[in-house]
């Protein structure tokens, strides 16, 4: 491995900042020389992370690079134009795919600069080594000579850029959005990660709060029916009113700290997920609403439908919300509801088709909000948590769920969930 080393300009300050030493030869470990005001060096560690997307912009920055380059000539080429794009450059050189392996585990780098084709290995190899090592470090490949589609195959594999040889000019800028690209993807997987956090502990805050509140509410719940039963009568006329106003709104707020247990329980349960026949799971949806299916005399019936990986408790929960609501919010039709599903590329599209009132398309999102209703309590009863406890489902299982409708003429709610590969034995990869 060839490290690179001489001193940094005195003052420290970067090469863009003030008048620029003249350059000095750099002596490769193996000996091999180049000229450079740069530093390219040692194996301190030390990075220059620091440099923020303002320095930047100010085309004024220290630069950690790694260079996959055998030829001192070419290194030199390349210092010379990232020290005149206004870069300050310390790193190391690999020549070969372990020195190059060995030089990303100890050290930290902006990025890599890497020829395409070197005697032993190529630069995209980098690339490959990169995600081996779990690291997101910008590798452009500097190259005499790079055709076009392999230009196009190499930066869909995951290289940032590619710059020729005989226009290095065109370097400094090529580092500089590489590594601008390269933060904003950091912070968007950093916000990213935050609000996953935020989320889980919101969602672990509902689960409490519903779950604590439980049973202080079925106390307000039973005395004050209690107050109604004995009482009625007994006092004045307004006061029986208050009195049931205490007791709806005790039972009201029952059944929304339930459903709302209901909703972040979703995300609690350490989830059994394994292959699950639909056909099964639609069947038992229907036995468990059996008494509304019958008082409503609604229809339901369903195609045969796939395998899917899922919680079979969850899947049935889906199949029953949908269900019980095209039951629900039926039309003036006698109800029929149908459960089909097909294969569309690599996912189910599973559609259950009612007859019922139907949505306005304008509505059609944020009926999945949690306790987003259309109507008011008395017109429909319910919560509005039904289809959002469908969506977290369906989502969790990296599937999406919408609805297709026009008010009048029915609604077919879709939901998708990945094809599972069948291999003799009902076993998709966890
Ligand atoms: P809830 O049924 O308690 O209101 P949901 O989350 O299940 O809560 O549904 C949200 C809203 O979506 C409902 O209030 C209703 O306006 C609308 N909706 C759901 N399913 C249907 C359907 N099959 N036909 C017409 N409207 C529906």
């Not at 030089?103 to 005697?119: I, M």
């Not at 799971?281 to 899917?308: F, M, Q």
Request: charged share 25%; net charge neutral; glycine share 8%.
């Amino acid at each position: 491995m060839a490290t690179l080393s001489t001193n940094t300009n005195a003052s420290g300050a970067p090469s863009g900042c003030g008048p620029r030493p003249k350059p000095q030869p750099l002596q490769t470990s193996s000996g091999s020389s180049v000229s450079a005001n740069t530093h390219l060096a040692t194996d301190q560690g030390g990075v220059s992370k620091d440099h923020s997307l303002r320095d930047l912009e100010k085309n004024v920055c220290k630069l950690r690079a790694l260079l996959v380059e055998d030829d001192a000539a070419d290194v030199e080429l390349m210092l010379q134009a990232l020290r005149k794009g206004g870069f300050e450059v310390n790193g190391d050189i690999a020549r070969t795919s372990e020195e190059f392996t060995d030089r990303v585990r100890r050290n930290s780098y902006d990025v890599v600069l890497a020829d395409y084709k070197l005697p032993n290995w190529n630069g995209m190899e980098s690339v490959e080594t990169m995600r081996r090592e779990g690291l997101d470090i910008p590798v452009i490949l500097v190259t005499g000579s790079l055709g076009e589609h392999t230009a196009v195959d190499c930066i869909k594999q995951g290289a940032a850029d590619y710059v020729l040889k005989d226009n290095l000019s065109r370097l400094p800028e090529s580092v500089r959005r590489a590594i601008r690209e390269n933060k904003l993807r950091e912070e968007h997987k950093q916000s990213q990660e935050d609000l996953a956090r935020s989320c889980q502990d919101l969602e672990q805050f509902a689960y409490i709060a519903s779950h604590d509140l439980q049973e202080p509410l079925r106390m307000v719940a039973a005395y004050t029916q209690l107050l109604a039963e004995r009482y009625r009568g007994k006092l004045d006329a307004d006061a029986d009113k208050y009195i049931q106003y205490a007791v709806d709104g005790a039972l009201r707020m029952q059944t929304l700290v339930q459903d709302l247990l209901a909703f972040s329980r979703v995300g609690q349960q350490g989830l059994d997920i394994q292959n699950t026949k639909s056909n099964l799971a639609v069947e038992t949806a229907v036995k468990n609403l059996y008494a509304t299916i019958h008082e409503s005399g609604a229809l339901v019936t369903h195609d045969c439908l796939p395998v899917v990986y899922a919680n079979a408790p969850q899947l049935v929960q889906v199949f029953q919300n949908l269900i019980a609501n095209a039951i629900k919010f039926r039309g003036a039709e006698p109800i029929a509801i149908h459960v089909s599903a097909c294969k569309s590329g690599k996912e189910w599209v599973f559609s259950v088709t009612d007859n019922g009132i139907g949505i306005a398309p304008e509505h059609a999102e944020i009926i999945f909000v949690t306790f987003k209703r259309l109507h008011t309590h008395a017109e429909y009863p319910g919560n509005g948590i039904g289809l959002a406890i469908c969506k977290k489902i369906i989502e969790r299982r990296g599937g999406k769920i919408w609805v297709e409708s026009q008010p009048g003429q029915g609604s077919t709610f879709k939901f998708t969930f990945p094809v599972v590969e069948l291999k003799g034995e009902l076993r998709p990869p966890r």
